[in-house]
């Protein structure tokens, strides 16, 4: 049993892969879709330009393959750029395709922000989830972004952020969830995080 990290080119995947396997879960950096289809969960991590992903994603295999995961019942997970992939359409450089797991759009944050958004910033819970389980109301997680989702149905949203607008920082619904921060920088409480992934996939 292992946890599929998806290697399209676009990630900081050794260090999700680290904080992994520093929980006691095997995780592996995949770059081919037999990878993806023989994981018992999958992550999509990810910075960088949303249209390159998606065309890395597509010459990869690997749009089908998460398809795939995703039919199959397998738990999910988004990271930063992952959790935008996850939705209809990006507005960055134009209008791009996304995968259209989520009905919504990936939104530019306002000029009048600093942009990127970096740092740490707290995210408002709106409904209990068990990849959010040992994560208090309030608590404070590592961001870096100028892009944010733009969900159309509002019972996706599992938190909120803050930062001058606010915006989706945690989305899911039924095996699939993303997150707009990085666990993987954001010390204790983002290794809760990828603890309560393990132990989701684990059960499966």
């Known amino acids: 049993m292992y946890i599929a990290i998806i290697d399209y080119g676009m990630g900081n995947l050794r260090s999700v892969q680290k904080g992994l396997e520093s929980l006691g879960w095997q995780a592996e950096i995949v770059g081919a879709p037999e990878g993806v289809d023989q994981a018992a969960g ?14 890395n994603l ?3 295999g690997m749009a089908d ?14 990271i930063c750029l992952g959790q935008q992939l996850l939705f209809e359409h990006s507005e960055e450089f134009g209008r791009t395709k996304g995968l259209g797991l989520f009905p919504g759009t990936v939104r530019r944050l306002p000029p009048s922000l600093i942009v990127p958004h970096m740092g740490w910033n707290e995210i408002d819970i709106r409904q209990p989830v068990p990849l959010l389980s040992g994560v208090t109301e309030g608590s404070r997680f590592y ?3 100028s892009y944010y989702v733009h969900p159309v149905d509002a019972d996706v949203v599992v938190a909120e952020t803050d930062y001058g607008i606010r915006f ?3 989305v899911g619904r039924g095996n699939v969830f993303g997150i707009q921060f990085h666990p993987e920088k954001s010390s204790m ?5 990828l603890n ?6 684990a059960k499966c």
């Open 65 to 78: 393959a998460i398809y795939r995961a995703v039919d199959s019942g397998k738990p999910f997970l988004g």
């Open 58 to 60: 597509h010459e990869t």
């Open 42 to 55: 999958v992550i999509l991590p990810g910075v960088g330009a949303f249209a390159d992903a998606m065309r």
């Open 143 to 145: 961001f870096v972004h």
């Open 168 to 170: 989706a920082s945690v």
């Open 196 to 201: 309560n992934f393990g132990k989701w996939v």
């Open 189 to 193: 409480l983002g290794l809760n995080i």
